[in-house]
DNA sequence: TCTTATACCGGTATTAGTATCACGTCCATG
DNA sequence: CATGGACGTGATACTAATACCGGTATAAGA
């Protein structure tokens, strides 16, 4: 095994990134946020249901641009309750 | 084609974000700031020399986090010139 | 000199993200 | 009722990220 294959937190975190972008965008529909984001409609459809729950890191750069939203407010949202507990912490 | 290859400009994009982050490192060692965010010391070797220029969401997070650096900067710093600045101008 | 630690690099294996296609559903409008 | 838009889901294709392995180079120290 030389890829950790997605451990189930991953995917519930990738769950809150996606009904936060979700919320965000708000009545607006998926092909014009996808569009503005530079990503297909599919591809934010996924995301949005989790069913791509670590996206590139650009793809979640360009939707939180396209949706008017900070990074730093998109990560602390996606891991309230911290994975490695002093990852930034021990590092600081 | 169903899948973008990958353009120059998002691997010079990578190349940037690598920079940053080795930048950020300081003197630490790789192996100690990939393990304090959680990840191989050869994916944190392939971020920053580029060869991994689209890195996973959370993993940037997590090196963000490890380096004590706000992802809002970093993605700023990565997107200097051309990014489209239609994204969020238009959205907002 | 030999050893150790760090970093770089190539290859390999496996999973996952991204994109397209096709079909189905729901809802509003004609 | 028919039509169209928006969302959802499954399958399919292909590229890329992640991780591990061995080898190599350099610098520091015994």
Redesign the pocket.
Known sequence: ??????TPAERER?RRLGVLLRTARGGR???EVAAAAG?????L?????G??????FF?VVALAAALGLSLDEVAGACAPAEEPAGAAGAAA
Chains 1, 2 share one sequence.
């Open positions: 095994m030389v890829r950790t294959p997605l990738g529909s998926m092909a990503i297909s409609a599919e591809t459809r996924k995301i949005e249901t069913r791509a729950p670590t996206p590139a793809t």
